[in-house]
């Protein structure tokens, strides 16, 4: 028995744990309810997304409850709120306390941070539209974001954009399946594994492109 089949009730709503959490939640709250999850799970992903959003989608296909775009923008801008948050704090943190931080945990070293901080430097925007799409990156992205000091503005408009593609493919999942949301789980990780594969892919031709566009004479 999977965590989201023993979760879900007969009736398709969890009644226990964080999903029942969450669905209680998206029930009392609405909208304001999906939002304040996706912004929370941003910050801190104590419930992955690709629970939280089709549970909202199921929820969404309640009668009376609110719609699948109202799930989608709701969700949307709960994950940049909670990305903004993370980018705010980052930039205020700055790089040397980043990396002094970040350094102790084991297999990690600063020169790994450099590096890292140094291709975002270079690839800003492509880092973060694609990287709302990847389980766990999903929250990191914003970090050098705020220690690169990223203008806000391009921040914004790569945020949203990637979070409402990835917000829209697991809310319409969601709605689709109804009381059977929990279903997902069963392609939720080869989904998850086309994404990293897509964004490594994307990433590659990003920086070939980049380092032919270089050598090309004017």
């Not at 709503?13 to 929370?40: C, E, K, Q």
Request: aromatic content about 10%; overall charge positive.
């Amino acid at each position: 028995m999977t965590l989201l089949t023993a979760l879900a009730s007969a009736s398709g709503v969890p009644d226990s744990g964080l999903a029942g959490f969450v669905a209680d939640t998206m029930n009392s709250l609405g909208l304001l309810g999906v939002g304040l999850i996706l912004a929370v799970e941003t910050i801190l992903p104590f419930l992955p997304s690709e629970v939280a959003l089709p549970l909202a989608g199921f929820t969404a296909s309640v009668p009376g409850n609110f719609s699948v775009v109202g799930a989608i923008v709701a969700a949307t801008v709960g994950s940049v709120a909670g990305a903004l948050i993370l980018y705010w704090l980052s930039r205020e943190f700055g790089l040397d306390r980043t990396r002094s931080v970040l350094s102790r945990i084991p297999l990690v070293t600063a020169r790994d941070i450099d590096k890292g901080v140094a291709w975002f430097a270079r690839n800003d925007a492509v880092a973060v539209f694609l990287g709302r799409m990847v389980p766990a990156i999903r929250s990191l992205i914003s970090i050098p974001a705020g220690v690169e000091r990223m203008a806000v503005s391009r921040f914004l408009i790569y945020t949203t954009a990637g979070s409402l593609l990835w917000n829209t493919i697991w809310i319409v999942a969601g709605y689709q399946l109804g009381s059977n949301w929990a279903k997902v789980e069963k392609y939720a990780h080869w989904l998850k594994y086309a994404f990293i594969v897509a964004v490594i892919v994307a990433v590659v031709w990003f920086v070939v492109y980049k380092v032919r566009s270089r050598r090309t004479p004017a």
